[in-house]
Each structure stands twice: as structure tokens, then as C-alpha cells.
């Protein structure tokens, strides 16, 4: 007997178990109709009433990739669970040692999946009412201050920036390769070819330039101003890190930490809780000047070759002021193609560089830009994809 030829579950358990991937098609996991069959399907293989083997045939069916497991072990501990068994539990045993613990860090967005009611059939005027607010407010948050927003629309905007995807500018190299459309021509293998036809060329073969997306380093402020901006930022890293491996990523307050590897974690909520736990001074002080040096120093000669674009997201609100924080900048400057400056200090209409430190970075930049918002960072992707201005330094003050 072959699966095909089985009928597939009814009722409550056909119920249960296509609920349970829609809950999981909202926790991120990408389970379609076709997994929803294979898996009625499979559960007609196996005893339904032993939950070590319901729990694994669902699993081998829904999770498709290794960073999606611990998503569907939440999810399943949820959903399947017994409202009254758990209220019992609650009332007469003590929590586990492992409950105690801190959740992990996709529990946030399972419990939210979870929490989501099910859609229920509306008129088409209420629809088409609800839709009008929706395309308002996602204008409305377009614009509106990272900082204003609340925790339901920072958690839209999170989604709205791992939708995005940065097109991929490239950098022309020094190398070359096989291109029909080259304009260099490649003797050794023109030469090979014409020994087929007895030394007569016939096929001509060129070469061309080998283009290549130029790194991006990026140099994030963690200072109590700079929290909640740097952390949205970071889902944008995160999101453009899938399309360009030569991201490499720093957090500095007081010290300087590379996190480079902790975002490279396919899930996003696992990346910044990595990047969480590595840095000490988070919302902390602010040391640029001695933050720079440590970078000029130990990193800079690692990360900054072929081309690379540096990212500055800070205020500039420096303390400690002076020539060095010129020098660092200087040098950096120098060792980059292109150096841009995102603060969102630039969200005033009437902002002006007065802070010693603002004036003391600003002569050794490319580019100077707002990031207090969507429409910045949709601006900053323009910018990134873009070749560079004509012209050495071009300070951008568009805010959005």
C-alpha cells in the first residue's frame, strides 16, 4: 500500500494539523498546501497517539531547513498542548528548571503566530475599508521616527525590512574571465580552438573584467541614544547579508566588538540575540575616537581591501572631542572607497553641526544621511547601488 491510495485524515485531526501550519506559515517557516497533503498523508503511516513519532513525522514534512527546527519545537509545544492539562500544571507543579530560563530567541514571533485569531469571513466594504487604513498606516510608518514607534510597529517594521534586498553594485576588478562580449582577447585559448580546424582561427575568444559586489563594512553605535537605531539597523544588515557574504559588522560604545559571525545566523531574532549577548557595553557610553583607532589598528587591513564601503551609523555626540577623533576619521577615510555617515540626528529640518565631534568628522566623509526611518534606509539602498558621486564628498541631507 502506497500513500497515495490512502484517504487522508478528517476531522478534528485534519483540523488540528492544518492549523498548525498556518500558525507556523506566520512564525516565517515556508509551508505550503503541498506539505499540509504529505503530512496528512504520512500521520495515516504511524500511531497518531504516540507524540515522539507525531511529533517527528511533522517535523521531517514542515521543516525544511536547520535554522527552522527550533521555530517548529516551540511552535508544536504550543499548539498542541492541552489548555486544561496546562492550567493544572501551572497551579499545582512548580515551573522546570529549563522554564525558568530566558527564552530563545524566535519564542517572541511563535507566541505572536500563535496568538494571531482566525480570519473570519467580512463584507467586501469592510474589507475594502480595512485595506484603505492599511495602505495609510504603511505610509504613515514609512516616515514615522524609529524611536516613536511602538513595540507593534517596530515589530511591522522589522518585516518590512527583511523583505529587503540590496541589488548587487559591482565592483569592477583587475582580474579577468571568459566573455563572449570582452574586449580583451584571449590568445591561449583562441590558439587551442584553431588547432581543431589545423591552425586556422576561426573562433576568436575574448575575455572580460571580472565584477565583483564591493565589501560593506559597517560601524554601528551602541550608545543609549543610538539603541534603538542600531538595532533596526541590524535587521537590515541581517537582511542584506543573504545576497552579499562580504558584510562584515562592528558595534562600538566604549570598546569595539566584531559581530560579524554571530549575524550571519540565518534567523534573524537568533542573529541579534547572538550579537546581544557578545557586547558588553550596549547602551553605554560613547568612545568613537578610541573605537576607531582599535578598528585602524586591528581591522582595518582585514576587512578593508578590493573597494569596500564603510557604513557609519553614530550622532557623532562625542565626549572626549579632540585631534584624534580627526586623525581616526582621516584615516579611515583613506582606507576605504567610500565612507558614508548615516545619523539620525539629520530627522531635524534645522540640524547643524555645532558639536565639536559632528565638526571634527564630518570634513572626512562621502556622504552624510539621515537613518530614522523606512524611507532613509530605502534611500540609503538607492545610495548603495548607485555608483558613487562624481564628485570626492557630496554631503546628502535628505530627510524623509
Known amino acids: 500500500m502506497t500513500i497515495n491510495h490512502l484517504n487522508p485524515p478528517t476531522g478534528h485531526m485534519a483540523d488540528n494539523v492544518i492549523g498548525f ?3 507556523l506559515r506566520a512564525a516565517g517557516l515556508p509551508v505550503g498546501p503541498g506539505s499540509v497533503i504529505d503530512a496528512l498523508d504520512a500521520l495515516q503511516l504511524i500511531e497518531v497517539g504516540n507524540r515522539s513519532d507525531f511529533y517527528a513525522t511533522l517535523e521531517a514534512i514542515f521543516v525544511k531547513r536547520h535554522e527552522h527546527a527550533l521555530i517548529f519545537r516551540q511552535a508544536f509545544m504550543l499548539f498542541f498542548r492541552a489548555a486544561e492539562e496546562w492550567k493544572s500544571m501551572l497551579d499545582s507543579v512548580p515551573l522546570p528548571d529549563h522554564a525558568k530560563k530566558k527564552p530563545p530567541p524566535a519564542s ?4 505572536e503566530a500563535m496568538a494571531q485569531p482566525a480570519k473570519s469571513e467580512e463584507r467586501p466594504q469592510a474589507q475594502e475599508q480595512e485595506l484603505k487604513l492599511s495602505v495609510s498606516d504603511k505610509e504613515i510608518l514609512q516616515k514615522k521616527d524609529f524611536a516613536q514607534m511602538t513595540a507593534a510597529e517596530i515589530a511591522e517594521v522589522t518585516r518590512e525590512i527583511a523583505k529587503m534586498r540590496l541589488p548587487q553594485a559591482e565592483l569592477v576588478t583587475r582580474r579577468y574571465q571568459p566573455d563572449a562580449r570582452g574586449l580583451r582577447l ?7 580552438n584553431s588547432l581543431r580546424t589545423g591552425g586556422e582561427i576561426i573562433d576568436i575568444r575574448k575575455l572580460g573584467r571580472i565584477e565583483k559586489p564591493a565589501p560593506i563594512v559597517a560601524l554601528l553605535d551602541i550608545s543609549g ?7 533596526l539597523f541590524l535587521h537590515f544588515l541581517h537582511a542584506i547579508t543573504d545576497a552579499r557574504k562580504r558584510v562584515s559588522v562592528f558595534l562600538f560604545g566604549t570598546r569595539l566588538t566584531n559581530v560579524t559571525r554571530a549575524l550571519r545566523a540565518r534567523d534573524p531574532d537568533e542573529a541579534l540575540a547572538s550579537c546581544s549577548s557578545s557586547v558588553e557595553d ?3 557610553g560613547t568612545r568613537i575616537a578610541t573605537s576607531l583607532h582599535t578598528f585602524n589598528q586591528l581591522w582595518a587591513r582585514r576587512v578593508l581591501g578590493q573597494g569596500a564601503i564603510v557604513l557609519l551609523i553614530s550622532d ?3 565626549r572626549e572631542a579632540d585631534a584624534k577623533l580627526a586623525f581616526e576619521m582621516d584615516r579611515l577615510h583613506r582606507s576605504c572607497r567610500r565612507l558614508i555617515w548615516l545619523n539620525p540626528l539629520l530627522r531635524y529640518s534645522g540640524f547643524e553641526a555645532k558639536a565639536q565631534g559632528i565638526k571634527m568628522m564630518l570634513p572626512h566623509v562621502d556622504e552624510f544621511r539621515p537613518v530614522h526611518n523606512l524611507t532613509s534606509i530605502k534611500g540609503l539602498i538607492g545610495a548603495l547601488s548607485s555608483p558613487p558621486p562624481a564628485h570626492h564628498r557630496s554631503l546628502i541631507r535628505s530627510v524623509a
Open 108 to 111: 517572541r514571533r511563535v507566541q
Open 316 to 318: 557623532g555626540l562625542e
Open 186 to 192: 584571449d590568445m591561449r585559448r583562441t590558439v587551442r
Open 282 to 284: 550596549w547602551a553605554g
Open 225 to 231: 541614544s543610538m539603541s534603538e537605531y542600531t538595532r
Open 21 to 23: 501550519a498556518r500558525a
